[in-house]
C-alpha cells in the first residue's frame, strides 16, 4: 500500500480526533459520527434547520442508520431562502456565491462562507494537488481568479502552501495565447475545464510552434468529465489527467483522483458522502449507481446535512492500492432530470453523446438541441477543428448509430437525427453552466 498526501492528511486528523493508534474503517466512522452530530448542532442554529431538525437530537444518532432517518436537503429548499440556511451573521460571511439554476422558477442558489470555511478548502486543494504534482512545478490555472476568494485565488493559495508556483491565466478566451503562455512559462500541470483544455489539445497539435509541447500531469475539474476528452488530451499533451469532482455546495472540493485513475477519493474529513436510490430515498448497496447526497463538516457558515445533488454516481466495491479505508466514488455519469427519457426505461444522456463526438478528429465541440412534436428530432451542430476540413456529417452519424443504446432508438423511430450546421463561435464557460441537451 502506497499512502499519498492526501490520505496521509486525512488519516492524521481522524487520528488526532478518535485519539486512535491506527487507522482503520471503525476509526473513519467514529470520527464522522462525531462530525455528523457537531453538523446537527451547529446547522440547528439557522432557520431552516431548525425548524427541519426541531424533534431530532445529535445524541440519538449512535450510527449511520438513525443518521439516515433525517430528512434530505433539496436544490429547491435552498433557492427559496439561501438566508435561512445561515448560522453566522452576514459581518462574518468572507464569500458569497452565487448560482443560477437552470429550472422554470429561475430562482439563484447563495452559497456562504466564513474565512474558516474557505481555509478547509484550500487545505484540501493543497493535499489533493499533491496526488498529481510535486513540490516545486509550475501550475496554470485556468479557472477564474480575480475576484476575492474565487476558486483560481484558492487554488493558488493551497499550491502555495504546497510548495508549488500556481499562476491564475484565467478561463481560456484566446486559445492560441493560453498554449503561447504553457509554452513560455514552462508550465507543468494545467487545471481546468474539461472542454476548454479539449481545444487545447485538440488545436497545439495543428501549429508547428506547439505539436510538442508537453505536460507532466492536467487536472480536468467539472462534477461530468468524459473518458473520450481524458482520453485525448493525455495523449495530446503526454501526460497523466486527473479529474476532480465538486460542486460550490461542497464547498467546492469534494474528490480527486490518484495516480491509480480510477475514481475519486472522497473529501471524508470534510464530508460524509451517501449514495441513495433517488425514488425510495434508501441508501443503495455499494457497487449501484443512485444520486450523490452528502453532508459537510466543520461549515460555520451554511452547513448542508444530506443535500441531493442529483448527479448520479456509485461507490467502487474495491479498495485503492493507496488506502484500505477509504472509499472511491466512481465517475459521475449525469445528472438526473437532464437526460432524454423514453416510455419503455430507455435514455440518452450528453454523456453518452460526449464519448461519440468527442473522439471524432474534426470536432472541437457541438450542441444537441431537442426538438419534441409528433417525432423527436436530436439536433446537432458542429464546431470544427479546421473549418477548411468539411465536415463529414454522414461520418458523424454512423458513428452514432455504432451506439447500442442509440441505434436501438433510432430503428424504433424513437428518435431522428439532423445535423443544422457549423458553430463559428468558441463559448467560455465559468464552470457554472454544465453540459446539457437545449430544449429540454
Request: with cysteine; net charge neutral.
Given at each position: 500500500?502506497?499512502?499519498?498526501?492526501?490520505?496521509?492528511?486525512?488519516?492524521?486528523?481522524?487520528?488526532?480526533?478518535?485519539?486512535?493508534?491506527?487507522?482503520?474503517?471503525?476509526?473513519?466512522?467514529?470520527?464522522q459520527?462525531?462530525e455528523?452530530?457537531?453538523?446537527?448542532?451547529?446547522?440547528?442554529?439557522?432557520?431552516?434547520?431548525?425548524?427541519?431538525?426541531?424533534?431530532?437530537?445529535?445524541?440519538?444518532?449512535?450510527?449511520?442508520?438513525?443518521?439516515?432517518r433525517?430528512?434530505?436537503?433539496?436544490?429547491?429548499?435552498?433557492?427559496?431562502?439561501?438566508?435561512?440556511?445561515?448560522?453566522?451573521?452576514?459581518?462574518?460571511?468572507?464569500?458569497?456565491?452565487?448560482?443560477?439554476?437552470?429550472?422554470?422558477?429561475?430562482?439563484?442558489?447563495?452559497?456562504?462562507?466564513?474565512?474558516?470555511?474557505?481555509?478547509?478548502?484550500?487545505?484540501?486543494?493543497?493535499?489533493?494537488?499533491?496526488?498529481?504534482?510535486?513540490?516545486?512545478q509550475?501550475?496554470?490555472?485556468?479557472m477564474?481568479?480575480?475576484?476575492?476568494?474565487?476558486?483560481?485565488?484558492?487554488?493558488?493559495?493551497?499550491?502555495?502552501?504546497?510548495?508549488?508556483?500556481?499562476?491564475?491565466?484565467?478561463?481560456?478566451?484566446?486559445?492560441?495565447?493560453?498554449?503561447?503562455?504553457?509554452?513560455?512559462?514552462?508550465?507543468?500541470?494545467?487545471?481546468?475545464?474539461?472542454?476548454?483544455?479539449?481545444?487545447?489539445?485538440?488545436?497545439?497539435?495543428?501549429?508547428?510552434?506547439?505539436?510538442?509541447?508537453?505536460?507532466?500531469?492536467?487536472?480536468?475539474?467539472?462534477?461530468?468529465?468524459?473518458?473520450?476528452?481524458?482520453?485525448?488530451?493525455?495523449?495530446?499533451?503526454?501526460?497523466?489527467?486527473?479529474?476532480h469532482?465538486?460542486?460550490?455546495?461542497?464547498?467546492?472540493?469534494?474528490?480527486?483522483?490518484?495516480?491509480?485513475?480510477?475514481?475519486?477519493?472522497?473529501?471524508?474529513?470534510?464530508?460524509?458522502?451517501?449514495?441513495?436510490?433517488?425514488?425510495?430515498?434508501?441508501?443503495?448497496?455499494?457497487?449501484?449507481?443512485?444520486?450523490?447526497?452528502?453532508?459537510?463538516?466543520?461549515?460555520?457558515?451554511?452547513?448542508?446535512?444530506?443535500?441531493?445533488?442529483?448527479?448520479?454516481?456509485?461507490?467502487?466495491?474495491?479498495?485503492?492500492?493507496?488506502s484500505?479505508?477509504?472509499?472511491?466514488?466512481?465517475?459521475?455519469?449525469?445528472?438526473?432530470?437532464?437526460?432524454?427519457?423514453?416510455?419503455?426505461?430507455?435514455?440518452?444522456?450528453?454523456?453518452?453523446?460526449d464519448?461519440?463526438?468527442?473522439?471524432?478528429?474534426?470536432?472541437?465541440?457541438?450542441?444537441?438541441?431537442?426538438?419534441e412534436?409528433?417525432?423527436?428530432?436530436?439536433?446537432?451542430?458542429?464546431?470544427?477543428?479546421?473549418?477548411?476540413?468539411?465536415?463529414?456529417?454522414?461520418?458523424?452519424?454512423?458513428?452514432?448509430?455504432?451506439?447500442?443504446?442509440?441505434?436501438?432508438?433510432?430503428?424504433?423511430?424513437?428518435?431522428?437525427?439532423?445535423?443544422?450546421?457549423?458553430?463559428?463561435?468558441?463559448?467560455?464557460?465559468?464552470?457554472?453552466?454544465?453540459?446539457?441537451?437545449?430544449?429540454?
Amino acid at each position: 500500500m502506497i499512502k499519498t498526501m492526501y490520505e496521509k492528511w486525512m488519516e492524521e486528523i481522524i487520528l488526532k480526533d478518535t485519539n486512535k493508534k491506527e487507522l482503520s474503517l471503525e476509526a473513519l466512522k467514529l470520527y464522522q459520527l462525531n462530525e455528523i452530530r457537531k453538523t446537527i448542532n451547529t446547522a440547528k442554529k439557522s432557520k431552516f434547520y431548525g425548524e427541519a431538525l426541531k424533534n431530532i437530537n445529535s445524541e440519538d444518532i449512535n450510527d449511520f442508520e438513525d443518521f439516515e432517518r433525517i430528512p434530505f436537503t433539496t436544490s429547491e429548499d435552498l433557492s427559496k431562502n439561501p438566508k435561512r440556511f445561515l448560522c453566522e451573521t452576514l459581518n462574518e460571511i468572507s464569500r458569497i456565491v452565487t448560482i443560477n439554476t437552470s429550472g422554470t422558477t429561475g430562482i439563484s442558489k447563495r452559497i456562504f462562507f466564513t474565512e474558516n470555511d474557505l481555509k478547509r478548502t484550500i487545505e484540501f486543494f493543497r493535499y489533493g494537488m499533491l496526488n498529481l504534482v510535486s513540490p516545486g512545478q509550475r501550475v496554470l490555472i485556468l479557472m477564474p481568479g480575480t475576484s476575492p476568494s474565487s476558486i483560481g485565488l484558492l487554488l493558488k493559495k493551497g499550491l502555495d502552501e504546497a510548495g508549488l508556483e500556481g499562476i491564475i491565466y484565467g478561463p481560456v478566451f484566446d486559445i492560441w495565447d493560453a498554449l503561447e503562455t504553457l509554452k513560455v512559462k514552462q508550465i507543468d500541470c494545467i487545471v481546468g475545464l474539461p472542454t476548454q483544455v479539449f481545444y487545447l489539445a485538440k488545436l497545439k497539435n495543428t501549429d508547428p510552434r506547439y505539436e510538442k509541447l508537453k505536460l507532466k500531469s492536467i487536472l480536468l475539474s467539472a462534477d461530468y468529465v468524459s473518458r473520450t476528452i481524458c482520453n485525448e488530451v493525455s495523449k495530446s499533451f503526454d501526460c497523466q489527467v486527473f479529474t476532480h469532482y465538486g460542486m460550490t455546495e461542497m464547498g467546492y472540493g469534494g474528490g480527486v483522483e490518484c495516480s491509480a485513475l480510477n475514481g475519486y477519493h472522497m473529501r471524508d474529513v470534510d464530508l460524509y458522502t451517501e449514495i441513495i436510490d433517488p425514488l425510495t430515498g434508501e441508501n443503495v448497496t455499494e457497487g449501484n449507481y443512485g444520486e450523490v447526497v452528502f453532508t459537510t463538516f466543520r461549515r460555520e457558515g451554511m452547513p448542508l446535512i444530506r443535500y441531493r445533488t442529483g448527479d448520479v454516481a456509485r461507490f467502487l466495491p474495491k479498495s485503492c492500492f493507496c488506502s484500505h479505508v477509504f472509499r472511491r466514488m466512481d465517475y459521475v455519469q449525469g445528472r438526473l432530470g437532464e437526460n432524454l427519457n423514453f416510455k419503455d426505461g430507455s435514455f440518452i444522456s450528453i454523456g453518452m453523446l460526449d464519448e461519440i463526438m468527442f473522439q471524432i478528429d474534426n470536432v472541437l465541440d457541438y450542441k444537441a438541441f431537442i426538438k419534441e412534436g409528433e417525432n423527436i428530432i436530436l439536433s446537432l451542430c458542429i464546431k470544427p477543428v479546421d473549418k477548411k476540413d468539411p465536415v463529414n456529417f454522414s461520418y458523424i452519424e454512423n458513428s452514432i448509430k455504432k451506439n447500442k443504446n442509440l441505434a436501438s432508438l433510432i430503428k424504433k423511430n424513437s428518435i431522428s437525427l439532423e445535423f443544422t450546421g457549423i458553430i463559428d463561435t468558441v463559448e467560455v464557460s465559468n464552470g457554472m453552466q454544465k453540459r446539457k441537451f437545449l430544449g429540454i
